[in-house]
């Protein structure tokens, strides 16, 4: 299984505060992923990075903001939460494919987030 | 954009045959096809390039139609394992590494 963590798992918290989601790798994988999972709604890109300190939007990048300073740590900080943040949050990691294509995505066990 | 699945969800009976359908509005340069049990985290099944085809490790291929931007994951002679939540991925050629998923289809497998 490929090393990949994120912290914490569960959290619940109130509307305004800040929250800061983190995802640690030991692959040394360059491209490292944030995405949210709804009912409905499948998995959505939120933010990724293509390297230390090189990141990009996704789909749903309102609202939230990263930050890479390593390799191997990926935070994901939600400045004040809302209600409709409430969703499941997954890490991913991955490579350049052979045809440099993006490589099969390893992905985290998750991090269910509860905004109250 | 989101690429769009078909169909949302199917049943099938157990040695039954299906396809899943994801399609594009973007020139592609990659699709991936991802599965999902409940309460877990999605597994990579398979990437494909260029109007290749590909197969899985199970009785499960793909294929991808670059012209059409359109993919199609066949499952054959499927097996209770399969049941779960597949998922398509797609990379547009003017955004290397930037993954967007498909909102799922539900697959169920019964004995």
């Known amino acids: 299984d490929a090393g990949i963590t994120q912290s914490p798992r569960h959290k619940v918290t109130e509307t305004g505060t800040p929250v800061t989601l983190r995802c640690h790798q030991t692959e040394n994988h360059r491209y490292m992923y944030w995405y949210r999972q709804d009912p409905g709604h499948g998995l959505r890109l939120i933010h990724y990075?293509?390297?230390?300190?090189?990141?990009d939007k996704g789909e749903v990048s309102d609202g939230y903001s990263v930050s890479r300073s390593k390799t191997e740590d990926f935070l994901l900080t939600l400045e004040s939460a809302t209600s409709s943040q409430t969703s499941v949050y997954f890490c991913?990691?991955?490579?350049?494919?052979?045809?440099?294509?993006?490589?099969?995505?390893?992905f985290g066990e998750g991090s269910r987030l509860t905004v109250l | 954009q989101q690429p769009v699945q078909s169909p949302q969800a199917v049943i099938l009976r157990e040695g039954e045959d299906a396809v899943i359908n994801c399609s594009s509005s973007k020139a592609l340069y990659s699709v991936h096809w991802y599965r999902q049990k409940h309460g877990e985290a999605p597994v990579f099944l398979m990437i494909l390039l260029k109007g290749g085809e590909q197969k899985g490790h199970e009785k499960i291929s793909a294929s991808f139609n670059e012209k059409k931007q359109q993919s199609s994951l066949y499952l054959t002679a499927s097996q209770l394992s399969y049941s779960g939540t597949y998922f398509c991925g797609t990379e547009g050629k003017d955004s290397s590494y930037k993954l967007i998923f498909g909102s799922g289809t539900r697959l169920l497998v019964r004995p």
């Open positions: 991913a990691i991955s490579d350049s494919g052979l045809a440099g294509e993006t490589g099969e995505l390893f």
């Open positions: 990075s293509y390297g230390v300190k090189d990141t």
